[in-house]
């Protein structure tokens, strides 16, 4: 992933890279601003990019307060909200339209509220990997026990890299170079401060997660998305479950008619990334489907 660009987004300046032609596709990635398991970025799609842009109209963003986009402007910005709006600001600056929007992750539940809160801006709805979607309680706070210190080091991050993985070939030094270039920016050590030392994961990020994951699954449930929804899912996750995505389906096939699910087996929490050949492939007949 070469030639990263930047442009204004509400005052917040955001970084993303784009190439090919042909349908839109908008990838977003997973983590949130201020984390101090591993510092998330446009580039977790690094294996995948190239292979889309041969078909595709590929756009792969930093979220705000994420990789190399600056932070929220205020502490009342750090919710899932202010990621969605800046989501659609950046969507709204370029012009797209017809985007089949591609999210892992938090970037699932992110693409989830874009397609219910802005449907005329979608062709579908690809969802991957997700518990902040899915029905039930996240395995994180376990799964992640006692990494090692100081956190957001070389072998801090990557031993999270590994907790949330089947296999461990995807995890690449280029990837991990990268990381370490977003954990060591001034405006991401204070994103880490409001969250984990100010408290602004557990007063304000997580409790109006909490509220709006509440308010999305029932508008999914009694109405559906919407648009043909494909939810990606690996059999191996560690922290999304196979049954939260069953449980996730389930509540998106009542009411989303053209809806599928997709499972790779063993694969861990990136499946696009520990199968990339054929996660591209999942995409390409998908979007053209639903072209």
Not at 253 to 277: K, Q
């Amino acid at each position: 992933m070469t030639g990263e660009k930047y442009l204004e987004v509400d005052g917040i300046k955001t970084r993303y890279f784009e190439k090919g032609r042909g349908p839109l596709v908008v990838l977003f990635h997973g983590g949130h601003f201020g984390s101090h398991d591993a510092a998330d970025c446009a580039e977790d799609w690094s294996l995948n990019f190239d292979g889309l842009a041969e078909r595709f109209h590929v756009f792969a963003v930093d979220k705000i307060g994420q990789g190399f986009t600056d932070n929220p402007q205020r502490d009342e910005d750090y919710t899932m909200a202010a990621v969605a709006q800046h989501a659609y600001g950046f969507l709204r600056t370029l012009g797209l339209r017809n985007v089949h929007p591609v999210g892992h992750s938090r970037g699932a539940y992110l693409v989830a509220r874009l397609t219910l809160e802005h449907p005329e801006l979608f062709k579908t709805c690809i969802l991957v990997d997700t518990n902040t979607l899915a029905p039930g309680i996240s395995k994180n706070e376990t799964v992640m026990a006692n990494p090692p210190l100081p956190r957001l080091s070389r072998e801090s991050q990557r031993w999270v890299l590994q907790k949330y993985s089947f296999g461990y070939e995807h995890i690449t030094e280029e990837w991990v170079d990268v990381m370490m270039r977003v954990a060591a920016l001034p405006k991401y050590q204070e994103a880490v401060r409001k969250m984990e030392e100010a408290g602004l994961r557990v007063t304000r990020f997580l409790p109006h997660l909490a509220r709006q994951k509440d308010e999305t699954l029932g508008i999914i449930r009694d109405r559906g998305l919407g648009k043909p929804t494909l939810l990606a899912w690996s059999y191996n996750d560690p922290t999304a479950t196979i049954d939260q995505g069953y449980a996730l389906f389930d509540l998106i096939a009542r009411n989303t008619h053209d809806s599928r699910m997709y499972i790779f087996n063993r694969a861990g929490h990136f499946s696009y990334r520990e199968h990339p050949a054929e996660f591209n492939e999942m995409l390409r007949s998908f979007i053209e489907r639903n072209g």
